[in-house]
C-alpha cells in the first residue's frame, strides 16, 4: 500500500492551494485520513484529519481556514487551505489508517509535499 502526496508549491500570503493523497495497492477498506505537517526545525504537527464516516477535526491554528474531504471511491483525501500565511510554510504528510482484510490494519504515510508561503 502506497500514499502519494501531490498538489504542493509557491504561493503568495493570502493565497490558496489544494493537497491531494491518493492511496493504492491492495486495499480493503481506508479508514481514518489524516494531514500533518513538519516545518524546518519543528516537531511533526496534526493539521486536520477526516474519519471513514466524514466526521473532521482540525488544528486551531488552520481552523476555518484549511478544509479536509474525502473521496472513498477513489481512496483519495484532499486539503483545501486558503487564506495562507508564512507560517504555514512546511513539508505537508498524509497519512491513513488502511485496511488489507476484515482483521488487518495498519498505518501508513505519503512522502510529503512542500508548501512554501511567500512574497
Known sequence: VQLQASGGGLVQPGGSLRLSCVASGFIFRVNRMSWYRQAPGKQRELVA??????????????????????????????????????????????????????????????QGTLVTVSS
Open 49 to 110: 484529519g477526516i474519519g471513514s464516516d466524514g466526521s473532521t477535526n482540525y488544528a486551531a491554528p488552520v481552523k476555518g481556514r484549511f478544509t479536509i474531504s474525502r473521496d472513498n471511491a477513489k481512496n483519495t483525501v484532499y486539503l483545501q487551505s486558503n487564506s495562507l500565511k508564512p507560517e504555514d510554510t512546511a513539508v505537508y504528510y498524509c497519512h491513513a489508517d488502511v485496511m488489507t482484510g476484515p482483521n488487518h490494519e495498519f498505518g501508513t504515510w505519503g
